[in-house]
């Protein structure tokens, strides 16, 4: 699998998950993707998210919430400029159908968040870009995460679309505990005939080196410059 000219079955691609530590600073977050460029990461991606679109409209205080920490599609623009500049791939998760469709002149390829691998439309949006897939697999199961797949593929071959997927195992726990990151799933996955990679919700780098030694080609680990 390639993304852009990152071979993934020559290296491990390791991506700083930014999301929204920036906590809607646009300073911030650029001086974030220089520091994850720094400690030798290969990508960074944030979250692109419409609150009022995300969460249901009775939760004000969370739709608050996002919109303080939401970034523009200009601040997006000039992010992955900042990427590009610092020699890291940029990515960015959409929430809905709109910022799906304005990612696809952005990113090299999509990821698709755990609580919406069964979200077809968005699947169906991101699917149709031909662009490469990183899909989490989290809260799910092998069925639901077959039926992702097969969905994707079908509409490639209805675009004639030839991309490449990847399964990322995610335990969607924060922090997840060691003994709780069930890392044999990836086994699972390999059997899917697609790439795998591993999301890492806990803390440290073992279970990160352990997945690798399994078959994961992608590693996704939170990243912030602090905890407070």
């Known amino acids: 699998m390639k993304i852009e000219n990152f071979d993934l079955d020559k290296e491990v691609l390791i991506i700083a998950e930014l999301g929204n530590n920036h906590e809607g600073s646009y300073a911030l977050a650029e001086e974030m993707i220089g520091l994850a460029a720094n400690t030798g990461a290969d990508a960074v991606k944030f979250q692109t998210i419409i609150p009022e679109k995300l969460v249901s409209i009775n ?3 969370r739709i608050q919430q996002l919109e303080r920490f939401r970034l523009s599609y200009k601040d997006f623009e000039r992010l992955s400029n900042v990427a590009q500049r610092e020699g890291v791939l940029f990515l960015s998760t959409p929430f809905d159908l709109e910022s799906a469709r304005f990612l696809s002149d952005l990113v ?3 990821k698709i968040a755990s609580g919406d691998n069964n979200f077809f439309p968005l699947i169906d949006v991101v699917a ?3 662009k490469p897939i990183i899909l989490s697999a989290g809260i799910t199961d092998l069925d639901q995460i077959r039926a992702a797949r097969d969905y994707i593929y079908r509409i490639w071959d209805e675009e004639k679309k030839c991309s490449e ?3 990322l195992h995610c335990v969607v726990d924060y922090p997840t505990s060691p003994a709780d990151a ?9 059997r899917l005939g697609v790439t795998v990679g591993y999301s ?3 803390t440290g780098i073992e279970a990160a080196v ?3 030694a399994l078959g994961a080609r992608i590693i996704e680990k939170h990243f912030t410059i602090s905890k407070k």
């Open 59 to 61: 939760k004000n205080d």
């Open 210 to 212: 352990l997945s690798v």
């Open 128 to 130: 149709r870009t031909g």
């Open 182 to 190: 069930n890392l044999l799933f990836i086994r699972e996955l390999q």
């Open 108 to 110: 090299p390829a999509f």
């Open 165 to 167: 997927l990847a399964l």
């Open 200 to 202: 890492d919700h806990t």
